[in-house]
């Protein structure tokens, strides 16, 4: 899909007809929308990215691995608390994950103007144990969202939670079928991610930063239910924890961690 956007920059208001106006009204106003929601995240985000790689968070996660019942709910309490504005959730065996929104610079180098637009990502941490006395954790990007896209989700739905979409749209993606998704990749095909009241569509991206791997999902644009074709089908669920996305990115994870150490 492409978007096709007014040339109005060389009109006044007056010349401009009342559906254009109101185009103008609804970009000013996503676009505020967004910088505000935007400065209102960046505080918590550098927080979390800093606890991440603390010592505290070390204690914090063998803590939280290594106790059962009620010690390991005080414990899931205290990383609610040193995470503040991530969604954490816990899993078996003693693994916690959690994720969280980040206002973001471009994140590829690229000399196209599409991905050089600021963006919103979002970043997936997994805590578990790691040896018989110590826990880890890893941290890797899961999906990117740029400018662009966020603006058509204000504009296109005024009242959408723009956290909630994202989160959705994440995990979406990590429990998509991976196979589906590097198909996609491989054959250059856009895939789509539930996200509100629509889904954003995306491209998966494979680059290297600092010497770690990712695999992740940047989003192009979005659009509503009703404008969804028939063809544009949400990306499937994978029928196995083995055979989704956050497979991938976990066993990538793990081994530039291995490697590193």
């Not at 608390?81 to 590829?108: I, N, R």
Request: proline share 5%; hydrophobic share 40%; aromatic share 6%.
């Amino acid at each position: 899909m492409t978007d096709t956007l007014v040339q109005n920059k060389s009109r006044p208001w007056y010349a401009l007809s009342p559906e254009e106006q109101r185009e103008c009204q609804q970009r000013a106003e996503a676009r505020r929308r967004l910088r505000a929601f935007k400065r209102s995240i960046a505080p918590a985000a550098a927080k979390i990215n800093r606890a991440v790689r603390d010592e505290a968070m070390q204690r914090l996660l063998t803590d939280y691995v290594f106790k059962k019942g009620i010690g390991r709910a005080r414990a899931l309490g205290k990383l609610k608390k040193y995470l503040p504005g991530a969604t954490l959730q816990a899993g078996d065996g003693g693994v916690v994950t959690w994720s969280w929104l980040e206002p973001s610079d471009p994140v590829l180098i690229s000399d196209g103007p599409s991905k050089q637009q600021e963006c919103l990502v979002v970043n997936f941490g997994i805590g578990g144990r790691q040896s018989a006395r110590t826990a880890g954790l890893l941290v890797f990007l899961s999906l990117e969202v740029p400018d662009h896209a966020l603006a058509r989700l204000l504009q296109r739905s005024p009242n959408a939670d723009i956290a909630a979409a994202l989160i959705e749209a994440h995990e979406e993606y990590l429990q998509g079928d991976a196979e589906a998704v590097l198909e996609c990749m491989k054959a250059d095909r856009e895939f789509y991610l539930r996200g509100g009241p629509g889904v954003f569509i995306c491209e998966g991206i494979a680059a290297t930063s600092n010497g770690q791997r990712y695999v992740y999902a940047r989003a192009q644009t979005w659009i509503g239910d009703s404008m969804i074709r028939p063809d544009q089908q949400p990306l499937p669920a994978a029928k196995d924890i083995d055979e989704a996305m956050i497979g991938i990115l976990v066993g990538l994870a793990m081994m530039e961690h291995g490697e590193a150490q």
